[in-house]
Structures are given as structure tokens and as C-alpha cells.
């Protein structure tokens, strides 16, 4: 599967919006872009994918380029909830196959 | 959406004792399921696939003879730990896959093992 790379670590403002890059240069045509969260202690919570179109749902945004190697997720309220390890993974569609984690990016909402 | 319970969510056990960890697919099917290990501060990692009614695959340096995998039905897969030791405390974490929608894989609470 493709790898991914996020920042570390971003603070947001509450109630502003929250803007999560991830690069995925080597990324396939047949690869979806999966964001999901960990807040802390918890499971992995699925937010949002997408293939190459932008995607919206009630959680969150996703902007993929035009040339699919890279992507934004946009939470476009951040609250103190929202306070979680961000993870970006790439991987092939319509297979069972396991998610790949990364690093990640830690979230900080900040009051 | 969809919903995998992990029972329990946390444990103490002394070292040397057995502990079985129980994943099951609420709402759906699951005919894959994943068995995945986070420590303190790392990302989670992939332990074993759990197909049901076939034996487990197990990641590179994981003991199968440790870590016993167990996927009797479509909703239920349970991981044993045997013979715990301090080291193999960690958060264990299970997800599973909906048959007619593979696209998403969805992820029980998480259970904490502390072995004493």
C-alpha cells in the first residue's frame, strides 16, 4: 500500500476550521484515501474516504488534488471533541484487506 | 453506521495466566476481521487477519502460538493471550470488514492489558 506522510502535530483554534494535510505520492489508481481519528484510549473512528472526487459528509471534508497525490481533511468547526491523532492511509478498494497506520497528526483544539 | 463491540475494555492479570479478548460485529457480517497492538505513544499495529472458519494469518514477528485467534462465526473473533507476561501489555484493538461494503473497516473501543 502506499505510504503517507502527515505532520506530527497541529493546534486549531476552536470553532475554526481545521485543515489536515497528508502526501501520498506513490499512490494507484486503485486506491482510496481513508481518514480516520484516534482519540485518546480509544478505537480508531472512521471519518470520511474518497477516490479522486472531493467528498463531504457530516463529520468532515476531503479535497483530493487532481493528481491524487495529496489530500486535505477539513473539519470545519473545530471543537475540544474533536482533539484526536488524526491518520491518513491509503489503500486498494473492494478488498478486505487491513488498514495501514501511520503516525499520524495529534490534533489540538485549543479553547 | 456499523458496530463492533471489544469486550472487556480493560483487564489485570497476573503474569503467566491466560487472558481471551472478544471482538463481535454487531450489525453485520464480518468475514474478516482484524487484530491489531498500540503502545504507549505508537501507532497501532497489525497483528493478525482473523477469517472466519479458517486459521488466522499472522504479521511477521507476532506468535501464533501466543496470541490464539479464534473466528468461530461471522460475528465473533476472540484473541487469547496466553501465558501473559509484563511485556505484553499494550491496547489490543479489533476492527472488522462489512461483506458488501469493503471499502470501510470499523474498529471496537479497544481493550487495555495490563499484566502485573
Known amino acids: 500500500d502506499a505510504k503517507t506522510t502527515q505532520p506530527p502535530s497541529m493546534d486549531c483554534a476552536e470553532g475554526r476550521a481545521a485543515n489536515l494535510p497528508c502526501n501520498h505520492s506513490t499512490i494507484s489508481g486503485n486506491e482510496y484515501v481513508y481518514w480516520y481519528r484516534q482519540i485518546h484510549s480509544q478505537g480508531p473512528q472512521y471519518i470520511i474516504h474518497?477516490?479522486?472526487n472531493n467528498e463531504t459528509n457530516e463529520m468532515a471534508s476531503l479535497i483530493i488534488t487532481e493528481d491524487r497525490k495529496s489530500s486535505t481533511l477539513i473539519l470545519p468547526h473545530a471543537t475540544l471533541r474533536d482533539t484526536a491523532v488524526y491518520y491518513c492511509?491509503?489503500?486498494?478498494?473492494?478488498?478486505?484487506?487491513?488498514?495501514?497506520f501511520g503516525s499520524g497528526t495529534q490534533l489540538t483544539v485549543l479553547p | 453506521g456499523a458496530v463492533v463491540s471489544q469486550h472487556p475494555s480493560w483487564v489485570i492479570c497476573k503474569s503467566g495466566t491466560s487472558v481471551k479478548i472478544e471482538c463481535r460485529s454487531l450489525d453485520f457480517q464480518a468475514t474478516t476481521m482484524f487484530w491489531y497492538r498500540q503502545f504507549p505513544k505508537q501507532s497501532l499495529m497489525l497483528m493478525a487477519t482473523s477469517n472466519e472458519g479458517s486459521k488466522a494469518t499472522y504479521e511477521q514477528g507476532v506468535e501464533k502460538d501466543k496470541f490464539l485467534i479464534n473466528h468461530a462465526s461471522l460475528t465473533l473473533s476472540t484473541l487469547t493471550v496466553t501465558s501473559a507476561h509484563p511485556e505484553d501489555s499494550s491496547f489490543y484493538i479489533c476492527s472488522a470488514t462489512m461483506d458488501r461494503a469493503r471499502e470501510k473497516l470499523f474498529f471496537g473501543s479497544g481493550t487495555q492489558l495490563s499484566v502485573l
Open positions: 474518497g477516490l479522486k
Open positions: 492511509i491509503v489503500r486498494p478498494s473492494g478488498s478486505a484487506r487491513q488498514l495501514t
